[in-house]
Each structure stands twice: as structure tokens, then as C-alpha cells.
Nanobody, 114 residues
């Protein structure tokens, strides 16, 4: 049974940084074969895709609002995916979810406020 557990959320000031982690377990195939994604959902809004990492060459993609500020990465030995968030803005406030296929983590709250 695949499980995803997010951590690292919290309160940050505008312009600040946070690093989210997604610890995984239960994969039946090598971790590097899985497409891993970060989504976020702000209050009153639909869940949106933020970043994707996939393939043996670690192809990464980002949504326009976070491009240049967020970086998705993974540690294959730890089976963990990260989302480094820099130059945070109040509009980045949301619950952030780790995802692969139809499996979701419980989410971690990120609040950007002065």
C-alpha cells in the first residue's frame, strides 16, 4: 500500500522560504519510475498542479505562478520528494499535497503572511 506523508509546512513571511518534504512508502517498483507531483489548494479555490518530477532523467515542470521560485527534487535513496519554495507570496498560501497516480498525502498547510 503506497503512502505519502507531507511535512515542512508552516508560516513564512513574504519573500521567505520553506521546504516541503513528501516521504513515500509501499512502492512496488523502483521509486525513480514514479511520476511525483505537488498540488495546492487555497481556500475557496480548486486544487491546482504546482510541479512535477518524472523519469530517470528527472524531468521537471512547473505551473506559471511558481516558475522560477519553486524547485521540485527527489532523493531516490530516501524515497522522498521535496518542494523548495523561495520568494514566497501571500497568494502561495494553501494546503500543499503530494501526489502520484490516484494516491494523495494528507496535505501540509503553508501560510505566507507578515
Amino acid at each position: 500500500q503506497v503512502q505519502l506523508v507531507e511535512s515542512g509546512g508552516g508560516l513564512a513571511q513574504p519573500g521567505g522560504s520553506l521546504r516541503l518534504s513528501c516521504a513515500t512508502s509501499g512502492f512496488t517498483a523502483p521509486f525513480m519510475y514514479y511520476v511525483m507531483k505537488w498540488f495546492r489548494q487555497a481556500p475557496g479555490k480548486e486544487r491546482e498542479l504546482v510541479a512535477t518530477i518524472s523519469g530517470l532523467v528527472e524531468d521537471t515542470k512547473y505551473s506559471d505562478p511558481v516558475k522560477g521560485r519553486f524547485t521540485i527534487s527527489r532523493d531516490v535513496s530516501k524515497r522522498t520528494v521535496y518542494l523548495e519554495m523561495n520568494s514566497l507570496k501571500p497568494e502561495d498560501t494553501a494546503v500543499y499535497y503530494c501526489n502520484t497516480a490516484d494516491i494523495w498525502g494528507q496535505g501540509t498547510q503553508v501560510t505566507v503572511s507578515s
